[in-house]
C-alpha cells in the first residue's frame, strides 16, 4: 500500500466516524447529526492547535507547555475587537488605563537600558531600585482609579472597556498577532533556555495570562464571563423566522429548529475547514522550502547548524511566534463558536497535554499528521465516556445489582478520559513511535 492511499485512508476512517456518529443510535455512537458537527468543528479548531505546536516542536524541537495561554489570547482578541464599546468607559478610565500601561513599559525600558550601559556595581543596584520604585508608584496612582472608574459602570452586564464592534472575522488574525507579539515577548527571554526548562518557563506564562484573564475585570470581565459575541453565521431564531428557510427546510423533511441549528454548524464547519486549509498549505510550503530545511537541520543538531552560519536563536523565535500565532487563531475561532469568553475552561495542563496527544499520535513533524491527530483524538476525546460507560457496563453483566464494587466501576467511567488518552498514547508510540502519518 502506498503512502498516499494509507495516509488517505486514515483521513476517510475519521471521516467515517463522524458520518457515523450522525447517523447511527447504536453503541456509543449518538445518531444526532448536531452531535457529529459539534465534534467536528471543536475537532477543526484541535487540529489547527496541533498544527501549530507541530511548528514548534515538529520543525524546532521547541518543548511548549503553555498553549492554554496563547489560545486565552485569542479569546481575548475577539473581545476586544468584536464586542460593543462599553458606553463612558473611555472617559471612566480607558485612556488612563492606556497611559499607566505605557509608563509601565516605559519603567521597564529604562531598566533594561540602565541595567545594560551602567557599569556593574551598588550605583547601579541603587539607581535600579529607584527607578523600579518610582516607577511603581506613579502607575498605581494612575491604575487603580482608572480600573476602578471603568469596573463602576454597569458591573452587573458591564464593568469592562468593551471592544472595537468590528466584525469578528477579523478578531481571528487579530488573535493570532496578539498571540505573536506575546510569544515575541516570552521568547526573547525563555528561548534561551534548555528544553525542560523552556517548558517550565511557557506553563508558568501561561498560568499569568490566565490569571491576568481571571482577574482584571476590566479588561474582558474576569471571571464573570463575557457573553453574547458577535458571530460569523446567522442567528438560529432568524432563519426559523425566514419563510424561504422554513420552506427549504420542509422540502428536505426537517423541521424549522433542526434544520437552522445544522445549517449554523455547518456554516462554522466551512470557515474552520477554509482556515485549516490555508494555514495547512502554508505550513507544507514552509516545509518544503529552504527555510523549512534549515528549521529541521537546527532541530537536528543546532551545534552544527551554528558552525554553518545560522542564528539558532533568531530561528527558534521565529518558529516560536509562528506557531504561537496559530495557536492564538485558534483561540479566537474557538471563542467566536461559543459566543463567550470564559477564562475558567484554560486549563493549561488538562488541555495542553491534549494537544500534544493529538500531534504526537498524528505525526510529529507531519502537517498532515497534526491535523488528523487533532480530529481523531478529539473524537475519542469526546467519546469515550460513552465507551468507558459501555465497557464498565459489560464487565460489571454478571454482578449483583446492589453491588458496592459495581456501583463503584460504574461510577468511575466518567473519569476514564485521561486512561484513555494515555494508553492510546502508549499503544502508538510501542506500534507506530513516529505517529500514524510519520514525518518524512
Known amino acids: 500500500m502506498s503512502e498516499t492511499v494509507r495516509n488517505s485512508l486514515l483521513f476517510a476512517f475519521v471521516g467515517l466516524l463522524i458520518v457515523l456518529d450522525g447517523t447511527i443510535d447504536f453503541a456509543f455512537f449518538s445518531g444526532s447529526w448536531n452531535s457529529a458537527l459539534v465534534i467536528l468543528n471543536m475537532g477543526l479548531i484541535s487540529a489547527i492547535m496541533a498544527l501549530g505546536v507541530n511548528l514548534q516542536w515538529g520543525f524546532a524541537g521547541l518543548f511548549n507547555v503553555g498553549i492554554m495561554g496563547f489560545v486565552a489570547l485569542g479569546g481575548l482578541a475577539v473581545v476586544l475587537i468584536s464586542s460593543a464599546p462599553t458606553p463612558g468607559a473611555w472617559q471612566a478610565g480607558g485612556f ?8 509601565g513599559a516605559m519603567t521597564i525600558l529604562a531598566c ?32 487603580d482609579p482608572a480600573v476602578a472608574g471603568v469596573e463602576a459602570i454597569n458591573p452587573a452586564n458591564a464593568g469592562n472597556i468593551g471592544g472595537l464592534g468590528l466584525p469578528v472575522l477579523l478578531a481571528w488574525p487579530a488573535g493570532g498577532l496578539l498571540a505573536a507579539g506575546a510569544a515575541w515577548l516570552i521568547g526573547k527571554t525563555a528561548l534561551g533556555l534548555r528544553s525542560d526548562y523552556l517548558a517550565i518557563a511557557t506553563l508558568g506564562i ?16 474576569g471571571v ?17 423566522n425566514d419563510p424561504g428557510f422554513v420552506e427549504s427546510a420542509a422540502s428536505y423533511g426537517l423541521d424549522p429548529v433542526t434544520a437552522s441549528t445544522l445549517f449554523v454548524k455547518l456554516q462554522y464547519s466551512l470557515l474552520f475547514a477554509v482556515v485549516l486549509i490555508i494555514l495547512l498549505v502554508m505550513a507544507q510550503a514552509a516545509l518544503k522550502s529552504p527555510w523549512g530545511r534549515m528549521m529541521r537541520a537546527i532541530r537536528d543538531n543546532e551545534v552544527a547548524a551554528e558552525a554553518m552560519g545560522k542564528d539558532v536563536t533568531r530561528r527558534h523565535l521565529q518558529i516560536f511566534v509562528l506557531g504561537s500565532a496559530i495557536c492564538g487563531i485558534a483561540g479566537a475561532m474557538m471563542t467566536t463558536l461559543d459566543g463567550q469568553l470564559t477564562p475558567g475552561t484554560y486549563q493549561p495542563l488538562r488541555f495542553t497535554f491534549l494537544i500534544w496527544v493529538m500531534m504526537i499520535v ?28 459501555l465497557a464498565m457496563q459489560l464487565i460489571t453483566s454478571g454482578m449483583a445489582d446492589g453491588s458496592a464494587l459495581k456501583i463503584h466501576l460504574i461510577d468511575s467511567a466518567a473519569h476514564m478520559r485521561m486512561l484513555t488518552m494515555g494508553l492510546i498514547l502508549l499503544l502508538v508510540l510501542r506500534f507506530s513511535p513516529k505517529g500514524l502519518i510519520p514525518e518524512k
Open 96 to 103: 488612563g488605563i492606556i497611559l499607566a500601561l505605557l509608563l
Open 362 to 389: 498524528g505525526g510529529s513533524g507531519n502537517n498532515f499528521g497534526a491535523v488528523l491527530g487533532g480530529l481523531l483524538i478529539w473524537f475519542f476525546w469526546i467519546k469515550v465516556e460513552d465507551i468507558g460507560l
Open 112 to 143: 533594561t537600558v540602565i541595567y545594560k550601559n551602567t557599569p556593574k556595581g551598588r550605583f547601579r543596584a541603587v539607581l535600579l531600585i529607584a527607578v523600579l520604585a518610582v516607577g511603581f508608584v506613579v502607575y498605581r496612582k494612575i491604575f
Open 206 to 221: 501561561a498560568e499569568i495570562i490566565i490569571a491576568i484573564l481571571k482577574n482584571e475585570d476590566w479588561l474582558a470581565r
Open 224 to 240: 464573570k464571563n463575557v457573553i453574547g459575541l458577535p458571530r460569523p453565521v446567522p442567528y438560529e431564531v432568524d432563519l426559523q
